[in-house]
């Protein structure tokens, strides 16, 4: 597998795991509940690994780009399905104007 597909896979790994630091963020309660701050670290610490390796390969702006408008779609919708947080018409068209964004970066001859 070449080096260029490895750090897609860290890319993609990293953003999972920094949507589910997120997520235990919530869960921690500001810092007050040990297990989900603990996991809040990991999972961050963690991430922020993996994203330094998928960066070796793939430009930091893209990688940004896509870690960021994937997890902000990402935890739009567990906000909204677990957390049971009100989705509104205007979240819905900033996390589209946030994708295409994602999208048209990527489609860029340029990019890694």
């Known amino acids: ?28 309660e500001g810092f007050s509940r040990p297990l989900p701050s603990l996991c809040v670290l990991l999972f961050y610490g963690i991430s922020f690994w993996l994203m330094s390796l998928a960066v070796r390969k793939i430009d930091l702006g ?8 994937i997890g902000i779609t990402a935890i739009t919708i567990i906000g909204t399905v677990i957390f049971k947080e009100p989705i509104t018409i205007k979240k819905i068209i900033s996390i589209g104007i946030i994708m295409i964004g994602v999208i048209s970066l990527n489609l860029d001859p340029m990019s890694s």
């Open 62 to 69: 893209i990688a940004y780009a896509i870690w960021s408008g």
């Open 1 to 28: 597998m070449s080096l260029t597909i490895v750090s897609w896979i860290y890319l993609y790994a990293a953003i999972l795991l920094e949507v589910t630091g997120t997520y235990f963020i919530k869960l921690s």
